[in-house]
């Protein structure tokens, strides 16, 4: 083993608080610490952030990281100086003084990462700055914002380039979590990483349990959910409307939860105040539109649920992502419906965007609704769609409760034949009325009446129906022309099922009672264990209040979970916990010896006996 691989161990255990490097860490730090440029692709929760806050430490000089968010900025900044580490953030909510004081702090030698928005970065004024400072590397977070194939698109980004041409001695990290193969190739072409190697790991979040319902009663569905599976636990609810944001916080307060709003039209008081709350407190639940939660590093937010459908597996698996980062088991849930599926796809034709912009929004659209409508493996799509092909996960809906499919091929060519035979110009509600035969007057007008179609349906019922249609629309058989008032339209891949030449299982019609996914996590075995569980936690919270920070900065739920099974009696203890660098031992260590022995004496007095 070289000494700058273990330099970069000592770091992260002595800083760090961690007993090993994950998964091709230790490589990707190899490679920037070694002064070359590359391309990382990691799952959120995968340990992006260490890739170049190790070398950071390890290199003369400042490292620069772009980041597209305040809050993501703060979250770090607070993240690292928690740990020890000399770091800071500049954008318009920093003051002149503390400008003044970073800039000093940087040529002095004593500030290790300087966090930065795009748009800074690549003005002169800033540029100019950094002709004359020592810099160690420069990373480039959530680099998918590059790409116009990424989910958050950010024009600024592709500007980036300019960073290889002025500065061809500084190593450069692009980051992400979610990039499809166009989007890669946008990352190497605008930022210049052609010849840059690229690391990509699993996009698997194996600790995440996914589960996909249809929508009846989403806000009673939803309850369900957290009542079973989630009582008592942080999450996000994510929903497509600021009305429902509001209705649905008031609605999950109204049945005893703690459920706080969070939207661009809410004051920014309250907005600043239910963050906080958010992030400094337990058993909080924030329900938002979908911007909340991309500039918070809570580790412990133990389920992601969505009320409406995301409108790309890109904006699903960030969303959901947040879930579970501190690797502990956690919860995917997600309501849709096809009402759902039209408002997302009049909602990128309606938007300012090119007609190649609303192509691509729109594809991506389809790709997740045919997530939702699988009848397979969650995970085996989602992974497939960023190039990674995988086997039954063993830990989502359809794997843990398998739908029994019937041939329904009938059915569909039932449905895809009145389709053709209105003209293809008729929206779901419209040709499901020919299929069962109603005698209603625009269906006479149009002489609809006497096409052979007509009533061939009757035997089943609207509901029915509607099931046939969203899974056709999820196994591409059909489309909607967005611009014909979401029109039916057939694809290619229909004719082989209209001429007989393919067969069509489908998932049952009738709505199946949705169960329990078991995804609450059950690893206090004993009352004791619970009770030091909850101390600590207390303990946090009061601590995190005092210092104004959240709660996951003093101690993640991981750490905490590390103590209450190992018991730490000595400082020498504390090195073997999960997520204690020498900085935290330092200032939280005497607490944390406190508490346990506290807890060991009552055991010893034979307070566990009844």
């Not at 009049?346 to 045919?370: C, T």
Request: contains cysteine; glycine residues 8%.
């Amino acid at each position: 083993m070289t000494k700058q691989r273990d330099d970069a161990r000592r770091i992260l255990h002595d800083v760090f608080g961690y007993p090993d490097f994950r998964g091709r860490q230790a490589e990707i730090v190899d490679t920037l610490a070694g002064g070359r440029s590359l391309l990382v692709l990691m799952p959120t929760g995968g340990g992006k952030s260490l890739c170049y806050q190790i070398p950071a430490l390890m290199r003369e000089g400042v490292a620069i990281v772009v980041s597209p968010l305040i809050a993501l900025m703060n979250d770090q900044v607070a993240n690292l100086r928690a740990v020890g580490v000399h770091s800071a953030s500049v954008h318009s909510g920093t003051h002149p003084d503390e400008v003044r004081q970073i800039a000093e702090d940087i040529h002095n030698g004593s500030l290790k990462l300087l966090y930065v928005a795009p748009e800074r970065l690549v003005s002169e004024r800033f540029l100019r700055f950094l002709d004359n400072t020592r810099i160690s590397l420069f990373a480039i977070d959530e680099a998918h914002c590059v790409s116009q194939w990424g989910h958050d698109f950010r024009p600024e980004y592709q500007q980036l380039g300019l960073l290889a041409e002025r500065y061809p001695q500084v190593p450069r990290i692009a980051l992400t979590a979610t990039a499809d193969a166009e989007t890669r190739a946008d990352i190497k072409h605008y930022l210049k990483l052609e010849d840059a190697p690229e690391f990509i790991a699993s996009f698997d979040r194996p600790n995440i349990r996914y589960q996909v319902v249809e929508k009846n009663n989403g806000k009673k569905q939803l309850l369900d959910f957290i009542l079973k599976d989630m009582q008592g636990e942080s999450g996000i609810v994510y929903c497509l409307s600021r009305k429902s944001v509001e209705d649905t916080a008031e609605f999950l307060s109204s049945h005893g939860l703690n459920a706080i709003p969070y939207h661009a039209g809410l004051s920014m008081e309250t907005r600043t105040q239910n963050q906080r709350r958010f992030t400094q407190e337990d058993n909080i639940i924030v329900v938002a539109t979908v911007a909340f939660g991309m500039g918070i590093d809570k580790p412990d937010v133990r389920f992601v649920a969505h009320l409406d459908m995301p409108q790309s597996i890109e904006h699903f698996y960030q969303e959901s992502g947040r879930a579970g980062r501190d690797g502990l088991p956690a919860a995917s849930w997600l309501c849709y419906g096809m009402n759902n599926l039209m408002l997302l796809k009049e909602r990128i034709m309606e938007s300012g965007s090119d007609d190649f912009q609303k192509q691509i929004e729109l594809s991506k659209l389809n790709a997740m609704f045919a997530v939702c409508e699988t009848a397979e493996c969650r995970r085996v799509p989602l992974l497939r769609h960023f190039g990674e092909e995988s086997g039954p996960c063993g830990n989502c809906d359809n794997c843990l409760n398998p739908p029994v499919r019937f041939d329904g091929t009938v059915l569909v060519q039932k449905l895809l034949s009145c389709i053709y035979r209105v003209g293809q110009r008729f929206g779901a509600g419209y040709v499901i009325n020919v299929l069962r035969g109603k005698n209603e007057d625009w269906i006479k007008q149009n002489g609809h009446d006497k096409l052979s179609t007509f009533g061939i349906g009757a035997e089943q019922s609207d509901k029915d129906w509607r099931a046939v249609t969203r899974q056709c629309l999820g196994l591409g058989l059909i489309d909607t022309d967005t611009a014909n008032y979401q029109a039916l339209r057939l694809t290619p891949a229909a004719k082989a099922v209209l001429t007989g030449g393919q067969t069509v299982w489908l998932r049952p019609l009738k709505r199946q009672k949705t169960t329990s996914t078991g995804s609450k996590t059950q690893w206090l075995r004993t009352e004791r264990e619970e009770r030091i569980w909850q101390e600590l936690r207390h303990w946090r919270l009061e601590q995190a209040k005092a210092e104004n920070v959240p709660a996951y900065i003093i101690f993640g739920d991981r750490t905490l979970q590390s103590i209450v099974q190992n018991l730490p009696q000595t400082e020498a203890d504390l090195h073997e916990i999960y997520g204690l660098g020498e900085a935290k031992i330092e200032k939280y260590g005497s607490d944390v010896l406190d508490l346990c022995a506290k807890f060991m004496q009552e055991a010893d007095d034979g307070g566990d006996v009844f």
